[in-house]
């Protein structure tokens, strides 16, 4: 459970969907679109029933094993693996493929 306030993205929820452990976080932590939608539950931040039926439905999930499989395949989609690859992809779309010059210095020599 991550019920922040403010949350850039929250690491910790990645680790612990991992682990097969059933993410619970508000809506103001940055990874509950893309990480946590269709696989946990996410409430209104500062909604304090919100967050206890959030809990509930997670009890009521959290012994599935096939929901434990399909967290930890969703989750593995962000993992350090994944993210070096992206850097590796834009870093490439910056320089256009060509070792040692970026997109930058071929636009200020034209």
């Not at 993205?9 to 680790?15: I, K, Q, R, S």
């Not at 990480?35 to 009890?59: N, Q, S, T, Y």
């Not at 999930?61 to 096939?66: A, H």
């Not at 350090?80 to 992206?86: E, F, H, I, M, P």
Request: proline residues 5%.
């Amino acid at each position: 459970m991550l019920p922040s306030q403010a949350e850039t993205w929250g690491l910790v929820v990645n680790e612990a969907m991992a682990a097969g452990n059933f993410p619970v976080v508000s809506d103001s932590v940055g990874c509950a679109p893309d990480l946590v939608r269709d696989i946990g539950e996410i409430f209104r931040c500062g909604d304090v029933p919100g967050l206890a039926a959030a809990l509930g439905k997670a009890l009521t999930r959290i012994n599935d094993p096939g929901r434990r499989a399909q967290m930890r395949q969703h989750a593995s989609r962000y993992g350090l693996d994944r993210t070096a690859y992206g850097f590796e992809q834009a870093a490439l779309a910056v320089s256009k493929g060509t070792p040692g010059q970026s997109s930058l210095a071929t636009a200020k020599e034209a």
